[in-house]
């Protein structure tokens, strides 16, 4: 299971943390997760994933060195540190984690999503 919060209402150039709970017999700490948004009309699109060691990192180009994806395995959470945050970055927010031991990840097992909007 995957538990995605964080996600709220912030101005253009603000930040937000976002982070994901994994829990469940299904969930190994070392699979890769990633994190996916979806803006109302679009398809989903990936964001950021990190390898189950935490030592490999992706981003979206569109991403521009604003967000940063980390975990921590004692606490079974990534978490997604987005800052200058614009308009176009407002969409509902997901996790996701692959079910094995794959780089770059394959998402499988979605979280709920948690919406993040940018005003401008």
């Known amino acids: 299971q995957l538990q995605a919060s964080g996600g709220g209402l912030v101005q253009a150039g603000g930040s937000l943390r976002l982070s994901c709970a994994a829990s469940?017999?299904?969930?190994?700490?070392?699979?890769?997760i990633g994190w996916f948004r979806q803006a109302p009309g679009l398809e989903r699109e990936f964001v950021a994933g990190i390898h189950g060691n935490g030592g490999s990192t992706r981003y979206a180009d569109f991403v521009e060195g604003r967000f940063t994806i980390s975990r921590d395995n004692a606490k079974n959470t990534v978490t997604l540190q987005m800052s200058s945050l614009k308009p176009e970055d407002t969409a509902a927010y997901y996790c996701a984690t692959d079910t094995i031991q794959r780089w770059p990840l394959i998402p499988i097992y979605w979280g709920q999503g948690t919406q993040v909007t940018v005003s401008s």
């Open positions: 469940g017999r299904r969930f190994n700490n070392m699979y890769s």
